[in-house]
């Protein structure tokens, strides 16, 4: 097998993975926002959402395997200037690790449920879209003001979702968690 067919079937490899991804990633908000509408969980729904995110952690690794091996594969032809004169691998890496570092903060619960979703579901369709779209000819911090812009967007969007959806919840406190009512 020549170099180039294996440099073909890694991208297409690695876009499979990461579609799998986006798409795990779009199944697990749509299903929070549909237990934060109903206000309440029961067990299998829980036990649903661990599987989600199984397969979520799953995919996290193969494209971790992926994106080493392209990196590899560069590093092999293009040497040095694969690293100093690319900013759309250098912005894939950083959103990669906000997708990572949002995982391991909502697996032991340092983050927001709020703010979580929108670094989860907004870095994966990020980092999608720079998977896909090779050369921009732009500078990493162009990317990065984009990338940031981007999840402000997606961040609006989602709260005002969540207002829409809870609009009918009269003691929600926005995480699942109520208040007992006193009058």
């Given at each position: 097998m020549s170099e180039l067919e294996i440099y073909y079937i890694v991208t297409l490899f690695r876009t499979y993975i990461v579609g799998l991804c986006l798409g795990v990633s779009s199944i697990a908000m749509t299903f929070y926002f549909y237990i934060v509408a109903k206000g309440s969980t029961d067990k299998s729904?829980?036990?649903?959402?661990?599987?989600?995110?199984?397969?979520?952690?799953?995919?996290?690794?193969l494209v971790m395997v992926s994106e080493l091996t392209l990196i590899i594969y560069n590093y092999h032809i293009n040497n040095f200037i694969?690293?100093?004169?690319?900013?759309?691998?250098l912005i894939r890496?950083?959103?990669?690790?906000?997708?990572?570092?949002n995982a391991i903060a909502m697996q032991y619960r340092k983050i927001?449920?709020?703010?979580g979703p929108v670094l989860a579901g907004g870095s994966?369709?990020?980092?999608?879209?720079?998977s896909i779209?090779?050369?921009?000819?732009?500078q990493y911090l162009t990317l990065l003001a984009?990338?940031?812009s981007?999840?402000?967007i997606f961040g609006f969007c989602l709260t005002l979702l969540r207002i829409f959806l809870t609009r009918q919840q009269k003691s929600y406190l926005g995480d699942g968690a109520y208040v007992a009512v006193s009058e």
């Open positions: 729904q829980n036990i649903m959402m661990h599987i989600v995110y199984t397969v979520l952690r799953v995919g996290m690794v694969y690293w100093t004169d690319n900013p759309e691998l890496l950083t959103i990669f690790t906000v997708i990572f570092g927001s449920m709020w703010l994966w369709y990020g980092y999608f879209f720079f779209w090779i050369e921009t000819e732009s984009g990338y940031l981007w999840l402000m």
